[in-house]
C-alpha cells in the first residue's frame, strides 16, 4: 500500500491541485490542527473541500486524531502521550483503511517534510503498517521515505 504526504507551504492553488493530480491522488486528508491559512485562504476549510471536489479530489479534515501537537512539539518528536495515543493510533487506522479504497494524500502546510509532524506519521504508517510512504515536493516530483 502507497500512501502520500505534502505541504502545501507557498504554492498557489493551481499548482498544488496539479501535484495532485500528477500523482492521481483521489483524497486529501487534512492533518493540520487548524484548518485555516492567513497567508494562503484558498487552504481554508471553507474552500479547499470545494476546490478538490471541483478536480475530483476529496477531502477529510483529521486534525483532531493527526494534529502536530498530540506528539509532536519544537520540530521534535515528543513521543505519544498517554491521553492522547490513543486518538493518535486510531487516526493512523484509519487513514490506512481509508488507502485501502483511495489514493490518499495527507496534506500539512508546512513544505519541509523533515520539520513537519507527518515525518513522524511516515514512520509510524512504514514501520507500524507496513506503508510505503511518499513525500510530495514542491516541484510535483515524488520521494520515497525510508526509515534508514
Ligand atoms: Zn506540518
Not at 17 to 26: F, G, P, Q, R, V
Request: aromatic fraction near 12%; charged fraction near 30%; hydrophobic fraction near 40%.
Amino acid at each position: 500500500m502507497k500512501i502520500f504526504m505534502t505541504g502545501y507551504s507557498n504554492l498557489p492553488q493551481d499548482k498544488f491541485i496539479e501535484n495532485l493530480k500528477k500523482n492521481s491522488i483521489t483524497m486529501v486528508i487534512d492533518i493540520r490542527e487548524k484548518p485555516y491559512s492567513r497567508w494562503q485562504p484558498w487552504t481554508s476549510i471553507k474552500k479547499l473541500p470545494d476546490i478538490l471536489f471541483k478536480n475530483g479530489i476529496k477531502y477529510k479534515w483529521m486534525g483532531g486524531s493527526l494534529g502536530g501537537s498530540l506528539f509532536w512539539k519544537d520540530g521534535e518528536e515528543c513521543g505519544l502521550f498517554k491521553e492522547t495515543e490513543k486518538k493518535v493510533w486510531l487516526g493512523l487506522e484509519k487513514v490506512v483503511d481509508i488507502a485501502k479504497k483511495e489514493k490518499v494524500c495527507l496534506m500539512c502546510a508546512c513544505g519541509n517534510f523533515d520539520k513537519c509532524h507527518r515525518s513522524i506519521i511516515a514512520v509510524f504508517l512504514i514501520s507500524d503498517y507496513q506503508v510505503n510512504v511518499f513525500d510530495i515536493a514542491k516541484d510535483g516530483s515524488l520521494h520515497e521515505i525510508s526509515l534508514t
